[in-house]
């Protein structure tokens, strides 16, 4: 089962060259709004992709979009959601079928006849004079161009050339932050009851359950380290044209142990957000205290190598495959619970090439850029706004769990953040390196920003408008013959606007995320 599903296989070595005047690196939403942008501009431009598929988590099972405020919407993002609309025949629509998404970028980058070089893995970047002159894969092909975006969910081109980079929670004190480092006492997504951690209740001599980290918890609220928040899959489920849970390789029974226990006392809410798609298809996300995100197992994947990469994202394949099968055929498992959920299965006609399964891992954080400036959540709460606005953010700030651990006996979840906001801008200067580390290179996705800033920005849609930002900008960049800090905002934020793109807020605007965020989750 799942054999075709991967993240990385080594190829055979090939001496391709490539030269274009962009390269764009990830054909993530943002590198393919990136690249249309690029070609509409006469430049020419090739994508290469380390999987074998385009359009990153909105191709993959992310068909609920967290989108905030809908009047933030604009450009190309604007147009796929009016093209998502426009196929199901309504007038707004932000919920889709991942292989609708998937028709719509292919028509895209067809139409504009942009070239897409999947299974491309960095090896090196050449640098002269702090300037990329050429990128090399790991199966040897090679990438010549003036200009290049990185609009990976890694942020591996960024790393290979040198530019300065966080992975993990900054210590509060870094930025002035209160949502920031080590969060303990979240409202939402933990465990509502006292469950024993051990294996024998009560003995401690006889080891935690799986899943539980043996750390002794020292650290304060706000204390830094190196933990990312928990990756998933974005799940299509349907009980219409559907394949029921398989039992996946390496199937662990003892990873839901704690699950069970849960369960047992009292609690079932692993499969709750279960967000309605089109045509009878569902977007099953991450619930409560225990349900698809495999906490604290991704901490080594944005600095791993290609093939340590590729085991962490099997092990998330086997946990997330494991845990539907485990609710719905475990002999221990309440019928009740094993009835509801064997009402569901992959749906029989998303993602047939990967035997109906996600292709894309959800990597909600990986490497983060230190620029020049640094989107904080003085940004996201209006304490501070930017001075070079090219988007609008409006999501709430939001972190999935960190770890989980024992704290006084009792087994506890730590990293979960959910705070409300309004729609705040983000600064042009957040997707630039520093100068003194590179000077052709732009970074729509793994941009400046602090873990919990970067929890409110790291949205689909606000991807797509990043990329079509660092589309222009690189545009710019090439036409003045300048270091892409050295561009003109002023023409860049014009062209942005005559490009139907949102870059400052309205506060005339009547949507307010704020107050839906506070309906949402006021009172639980």
Known sequence: ?????????????????????????????????????????????????????????????????????????????????DEIAQHYGMEKCVRFEPHVAERIFKTWLQEQEINVQTEQ???????????????????????????????????????HAGVEYIVGREASTV??????????????????????????????????????????????????????????????????????????????????????????????????????????????NNHGAFSTDFIGMNYAFPDADYESREEIYQQHVTYVAGLLYFLANDEEVPSVIQEEVRQWGLAADEFTDTDNWPRQLYIREARRMIGEYVMTEHHALQREICEQPIAVASFHMDSHNCRRVVVNGRVMNEGDIQVPVKPFMIDLRALLPKKEHCTNLIVPVCLSASHIAYGSIRMEPIFMMLGQVAGAATASAIVESKAVQDISYEQLKQQLIEQGHVVEWDESYVDDPLRRMEETFGGK
């Open 1 to 81: 089962m799942w054999e075709s599903v991967y993240y990385y296989r080594k190829k055979e070595k090939r001496q391709q060259h490539y030269k274009q005047d962009v390269l764009i690196y990830g054909a993530t939403p943002a590198g393919i709004t990136a690249a249309i942008t690029l070609k509409k501009n006469g430049h020419s431009v090739r994508i290469a992709e380390c999987s074998r598929f385009i359009g990153g988590m909105t191709t993959s099972g992310l068909g609920a979009t967290d989108l905030g405020a809908e009047q933030a919407l604009g450009g190309l993002a604007k147009q796929f959601y």
């Open 175 to 284: 930025y002035k932050e209160i949502y920031n480092g080590v969060q303990f006492g979240t409202q939402h997504h933990k465990f509502e009851s006292f469950i024993d951690p051990y294996i024998e209740e009560g003995n401690p001599a006889s080891g935690l359950l799986s899943g539980i980290s043996e750390e002794y918890v020292t650290e304060h609220n706000g204390a830094g380290d190196h933990r990312i928040q928990a990756y998933n899959f974005r799940m299509c489920l349907t009980k219409e044209e559907k394949v029921p849970f398989p039992k996946p390789h390496g199937y662990e029974r003892d990873y839901y142990a704690l699950l069970l226990r849960y369960i047992k006392a009292g609690h079932w809410d692993a499969m709750k957000l279960h967000t309605p798609l089109m045509n009878g298809k569902t977007d099953l």
């Open 121 to 159: 893995f960095i090896e090196s970047a050449v640098l002269e004079n702090q300037s990329i002159q050429q990128v090399r894969m790991t199966d040897g092909a090679t990438y010549e161009a003036k200009q290049f975006i990185d609009a990976s969910y890694e942020g591996d081109l960024l790393a």
